[in-house]
Nanobody
């Protein structure tokens, strides 16, 4: 069982930055691929980024590549999403998720946090 708690969301102007954190419980954190997803009002939950258990391999959606960076600290059981050059269309609830294998589909992830709101004003 893995419990996930996100933090770091908020209101920011377009062009600004935010750093999301996701703290995980459990002693097997490094066994899990960690992903970030987001869901805007009226839209499906979409893949944003993922990182392998070791942290050596990262994956990004085309819409965020070059602006967002995913990282993890296995000593502290935490995964991060650094978001730069934010745009109004990045506005969404951001969720972290954990799974044993790499996937870009929300249906494959077994564990989810409660989400944190990110709002980007124009």
């Amino acid at each position: 069982q893995v419990q996930l708690v996100e933090s770091g969301g908020g209101l920011v102007q377009a062009g600004g930055s935010l750093r999301l954190s996701c703290a995980a419980s459990g002693r097997t954190f490094r066994d899990y691929v960690m992903g970030w997803f987001r869901q805007a009002p009226g839209k499906d939950r979409e893949f944003v980024a993922a990182i392998s258990g070791s942290g050596e391999t990262t994956y990004y959606a085309d819409s965020v590549r070059g602006r967002f960076t995913i990282s993890r600290n296995n000593r502290y059981n935490t995964v991060y999403l650094q978001m730069n050059s934010l745009r109004p269309d990045d506005t969404a609830v951001y969720y972290c998720a954990a799974d044993r294998t790499v996937s870009f589909s929300r249906y494959e992830y077994d564990y989810w946090g409660q989400g944190t709101q990110v709002t980007v004003s124009s």
